[in-house]
């Protein structure tokens, strides 16, 4: 009978590992996390491949300065709060376009109810077809916890577009919500 | 607000939501990340090269830069004008005995003080093992004195050109001639000499950076003035391995068979040899050796000899029955005979050589290439002949002055034994005459002598 031996590190070895340039190590992390942050970088990214670009960034970022890493607090956080920035420099660069929306348009009825209908696959396909404007503050505030201050500083805008942008993403990913159930019905 | 229903339901659902990224990301990351690597591997080899020819360089101009233990500088007080330096300057009127004294013993290995070298009129501070590995001429006007090949600078022997030598330092192989100009506008004939006999080493690139100051005239003029070409003095054995040649046809030893010999003459002699032009010598000296020429051979001759020839007779006697009869024959006959001979011509002779020698050298040794005219001079002689009357050999004397001429060659090999001192050793070739006929010898003779010269030179300035 063949045994397989797995021998699962826990995540200060691997970070002790990655210190130490150790491939095997940084195998594991990326394994580890790879898939996570892969719904980050989607969530921020207009495709998948500028996704990968960023999550690849990423770790690059996360291998160099692992070595920074106090071992205090959430490691996972901080790998996503440098995924998120990653991704956020790379909307910089880009100099993407921030555009302001108008929600007239918007008429969102109860959506919480909805939620329930969806995948989680269906949510992020919809985050990721927000509109940019949306996408960065609806990401930020709601998913990555940053105040409209944070967002603002980040984006460069003022707090106050942060805050209704916030609200008209939020109304418009409600919206797509309930088009995209009664597609479904 | 985040804390609504609707945020937190997001939330939920990606947070347990992985998507998983392309196969190759890893490797892409890893592969991204290598240039980071190799760039540190790369700076850090730039690192250690940096540090590598910075040291070498540093080693380097340690080694050929003058320090303040490790310099050759001609230095006087008397240049400089502060007061201590005046008062330098009445110190450097010693005497040039005084001051070429403490140079030679500075040479000899003491390490003068800082002090020490503004006093003395040329301070030579430089550690054997510089010395024995500079190959330097330079001077510090960073004029080139020698673009050329050093050696002809050296061997250039020019009367106007060469300057006065200040002082000189042999250790081994090195060595090293300082010399000090008359002028300011000499400073380009200021030359720093060193001779290791590379000749085929780019010497400039060896040499170490010497300080050069001027001298001030008084000073110079306190030194010996006279421009000085080096004198070559070699005092040396003379082993000379000759076989003559009669040159009388007549001769009656080559007609009876005798055959010259290889022998052996040895002597002394003394050359003296002056720079000429570039590497170019001129010689000339005496050698005074006795030359022996030997002979052997067996000589046959013929020689009349009695023979008694015995003749026996029996007589038949019917009384006395058989009677023996002997009866005796004397005659002469011709016997040849043979005799070994040895002969021997001696020459008390004196060589007066007049040649020229080109001069190079290799490695530790100095070489040169040596041919002359010679003038044979005997002022005694003997010689050895066969009295055919009585088969004796019979010696004569002469004390009649004979010449002869003659050409020698030779490849002279030196080794610098010290200061100025060199040992060395020249085979070579010799082909004279002498003219015994004008003695009271019966026929000239003619040589081709093998020579080999054992000697010591010494050099004077």
């Known amino acids: ?185 | 607000m985040k804390n609504d229903l609707f945020e937190k339901q997001i939330s939920e659902k990606l947070d347990q939501f992985q998507v998983a990224p392309s196969r190759d990301l890893f490797n892409d990351i890893m592969k991204a990340r290598t240039p980071q690597v190799k760039k540190a591997f790369w700076s850090t080899w730039r690192v250690l090269s940096a540090l590598l020819i910075t040291a070498t360089v540093s080693f380097n101009v340690y080694k050929l830069l003058p320090t303040q233990n490790d310099e050759i500088a001609f230095s006087e007080k008397s240049i400089v004008s502060d007061k201590e330096n005046q008062e330098s300057a009445q110190e450097s009127k010693v005497s040039n005995s005084t001051s070429e004294q403490g140079v030679k013993n500075e040479m000899l290995g003491a390490i003068p003080k800082k002090q020490n070298r503004k006093s003395v009129n040329a301070t030579f501070k430089s550690s054997p093992n510089e010395i024995a590995k500079g190959d330097i001429v330079e001077n510090n006007n960073a004029n080139t004195l020698f673009n050329g090949n050093v050696f002809e600078s050296y061997f250039n022997a020019n009367s106007k050109n060469r300057p006065t030598i200040d002082y000189e330092k042999h250790d081994g192989n090195s060595h090293l001639y300082a010399f000090v100009t008359e002028s300011e506008k000499d400073i380009d004939k200021v030359m720093v000499n060193h001779m290791k006999n590379k000749l085929f080493v780019p010497f400039v690139n060896h040499f170490p950076k010497l300080s050069l100051i001027k001298v001030e005239q008084q000073k110079i003029e306190s030194v010996n003035r006279m421009t000085k070409k080096p004198i070559y003095i070699d005092l040396f054995q003379l082993n000379s391995f000759s076989k003559p040649v009669i040159s009388n046809s007549q001769f009656q030893l080559q007609n009876m068979g005798a055959l010259a010999t290889n022998s052996a003459s040895f002597g002394w002699g003394v050359n003296v040899e002056l720079p000429l032009k570039g590497r170019w010598n001129v010689f000339s000296g005496v050698h005074s050796f006795n030359l022996n020429n030997q002979y052997k051979g067996q000589i046959k001759y013929s020689e009349n000899e009695e023979k008694i020839t015995k003749t026996t007779r029996f007589i038949n006697d019917p009384i006395k029955g058989v009677i023996t009869v002997e009866s005796f024959d004397t005659s002469l006959v011709s016997v040849s005979k043979s005799k070994n001979i040895e002969l021997q011509n001696s020459y008390k002779l004196i060589q007066i050589p007049l040649g020229m020698s080109y001069n190079f050298g290799y490695k530790s040794f100095e070489f040169s290439l040596n041919a002359s005219a010679m003038l044979n001079w005997s002022r005694e002689q003997s010689f050895q002949s066969i009295n055919w009357q009585n088969d004796q050999v019979n010696k004569t004397e002469s004390s009649n002055i004979l010449f002869g001429l003659g050409v020698n060659a030779g490849i002279k090999v030196y080794y610098p034994l010290s200061n100025h001192f060199k040992v060395f050793v020249m085979p070579g070739i010799q082909s004279y005459s002498m003219n015994g006929v004008k003695s009271s010898y019966s026929h000239n003779e003619s040589l081709l002598a093998k020579q080999l010269q054992v000697g010591i030179r010494y050099s004077v300035f």
């Not at chain 1, 195998?27 to 491949?49: H, I, N, Q, S, T």
């Not at chain 1, 690059?60 to 998120?84: A, C, H, L, P, T």
């Not at chain 1, 805050?163 to 418009?172: D, F, G, L, T, V």
């Open chain 1, 1 to 185: 009978m063949w045994y397989k031996i797995q021998y699962k590190m826990n995540i200060e070895d691997l970070i002790q590992g990655c210190i130490k340039e150790d491939r095997v190590c940084q195998r594991e992390l990326y394994k580890l996390f790879a898939g996570k942050m892969m719904v980050v970088c989607l969530r921020y990214a207009k495709d998948k491949m500028e996704a990968e670009d960023i999550l690849q960034e990423g770790f690059i970022k996360i291998y160099d300065n692992i070595s920074k890493f106090r071992m205090q607090g959430s490691f996972e956080g901080w790998i996503r709060r440098i995924m998120v920035n990653t991704a956020i420099n790379k909307i910089r660069a880009g100099k993407r376009h921030f555009e302001e929306l108008d929600d007239r348009m918007m008429k969102v009825s109860n959506s919480q109810d909805v939620l329930d209908n969806f995948s989680a696959k269906d949510i992020l396909n919809l985050i990721s077809e927000m509109p940019a404007g949306y996408k960065y503050v609806f990401n930020m505030f709601a998913i990555e916890g940053f105040s409209h201050k944070e967002i603002a500083d980040s984006l460069g805008i003022e707090e106050a577009s942060s805050r209704s942008q916030y609200a008209k993403a939020k109304k418009y990913l409600q919206q797509k919500l309930i088009e995209l159930q009664k597609v479904k019905l």
